[in-house]
C-alpha cells in the first residue's frame, strides 16, 4: 500500500527556520516526480513546490521561490523541504504527492496526514 508520511512541522517565530520530511513506501519511489503542496485554515490546496524523479529540476511557487528548497534522497525514499525565513503567510497544513496528485488533488493519488506549520510571533 502507497504510504506518505508528513513530519518536521511546528510553532516557528517569524524569520525562523524548519525542515519538513516526507517517508514514502509502497511504490517505487524514484519513479515519480514529488511536489509539496500546503493548505491553510479554510483555504484551498496551494501547490508550493516540485521536483523530478531524480531531482535534476526543481520549482518554487513565486510566494516560497528564495525562502523554500526542496529536495530527495532516493536511498532514503524521503523528500524533504528547507524552509528559511518563515512568514506568517506560511501557516497551513503541508503535504507531500507525487506531481500528478498534486495536479489532479485527492481524492486522487495518496496524501497522508500532514504536517502543520505555524509561523507566528
Known amino acids: 500500500e502507497v504510504q506518505l508520511v508528513e513530519s518536521g512541522g511546528g510553532l516557528v517565530q517569524p524569520g525562523g527556520s524548519l525542515r519538513l520530511s516526507c517517508a514514502a513506501s509502497g511504490f517505487t519511489f524514484s519513479n515519480y516526480g514529488m511536489s509539496w503542496v500546503r493548505q491553510a485554515p479554510g483555504k484551498g490546496l496551494e501547490w508550493v513546490s516540485g521536483?523530478?524523479?531524480?531531482?535534476?529540476?526543481?520549482s518554487y511557487a513565486d510566494s516560497v521561490k528564495g525562502r523554500f528548497t526542496i529536495s530527495r534522497d532516493n536511498a532514503k525514499n524521503t523528500l524533504y523541504l528547507q524552509m528559511n525565513s518563515l512568514k506568517p503567510e506560511d501557516t497551513a497544513v503541508y503535504y507531500c504527492a507525487n506531481i500528478q496528485a498534486s495536479i489532479l488533488g485527492p481524492p486522487f493519488g495518496s496524501w497522508g496526514q500532514g504536517t502543520q506549520v505555524t509561523v507566528s510571533s
Open positions: 521536483i523530478s524523479n531524480f531531482g535534476a529540476s526543481t
